[in-house]
């Protein structure tokens, strides 16, 4: 073997190694797809499983391309935007036409709310004060398809679905934060845990197309309830002790 050559050629190894990881950040994009045809077929379920799928790589290949350095090894390639176009397709496109053609708002309003939503997520996607110096997103995260799975998995009167869809699109921009799963310092082991729990119970909802008994249900509501409130009460808890 051409001893001169090996300098050269691990390097351009690494650029493709770096290069992949665009690959598989992209392969959210045709996950999405693969979700929106279960859609509109309507089943829910393996819509729902699909986008799991996606929750997967996105939590993956930022691990992943900061390990490989590949802002370094392929600046011509925006991982951050590549990111961006993928979340918008799995976290708010889908999940908003689920909530839209599903039935579980009323008919006159779910159109307008359906637009709501992707507006809304859109505007706060460009915002780059989305998330705040600690990691944790500001307002209501543009996380419709968590929204759009306790709607199917609550199953409330049309009045009510149709009220807290308004009322999250309201809170996108309201002043208070949100647990970042992943990137939040604060009580982080008791965050993953709580996310690790939420996965086998999502899971096992979604293997039972939502007919889960109550515990399973009072699980989930209590893990989001977390993520979404426990912020602003540590918050509180401090300006008392202070």
């Not at 819509?47 to 802002?71: E, K, N, Q, S």
């Not at 090894?73 to 976290?91: A, K, M, R």
């Not at 409330?156 to 999250?168: I, K, Q, Y």
């Not at 909802?205 to 209590?222: S, Y």
Request: aromatic share 12%.
């Amino acid at each position: 073997m051409d001893q001169t050559s090996q300098p050269d050629a691990l390097p351009e190894r690494m650029r493709t190694a770096a290069f992949s990881v665009h690959v598989f950040t992209a392969l959210g994009a045709g996950i999405a797809l693969l979700a929106m045809l279960e859609a509109v077929r309507e089943h829910w379920a393996g819509m729902f499983g699909w986008l799991g799928v996606a929750l997967i790589i996105d939590g993956i290949d930022g691990p992943l391309a900061r390990r490989l350095d590949v802002v370094r090894l392929q600046p011509n390639w925006s991982g951050e935007v590549l990111d961006l176009v993928v979340d918008f397709v799995t976290y708010v496109f889908v999940p908003a036409y689920a909530i839209t053609a599903s039935g579980l708002l009323l008919p006159v309003a779910a159109p307008i709310l359906g637009i709501g939503i992707v507006v809304s997520s859109a505007l706060y996607f460009a915002d780059r004060r989305m998330k705040s110096d600690d990691n944790h997103f500001r307002g209501f995260p543009a996380l419709w398809n968590a929204a759009a799975f306790y709607l199917f998995l609550l199953h409330l009167p049309p009045v009510m679905s149709t009220l807290l869809v308004a009322v999250l699109i309201a809170l996108t921009f309201a002043p208070f934060h949100v647990v970042h799963p992943l990137r939040v310092v604060r009580l982080r082991w008791l965050t993953l845990w709580l996310l690790g729990a939420w996965a086998v119970l999502a899971a096992y909802t979604l293997a039972h197309d939502f007919m889960v008994g109550a515990p399973i249900t009072f699980g989930l509501c209590v893990i989001a309830a977390y993520i979404v409130g426990s912020d602003s009460v540590i918050r509180r808890l401090r300006a008392f002790k202070a």
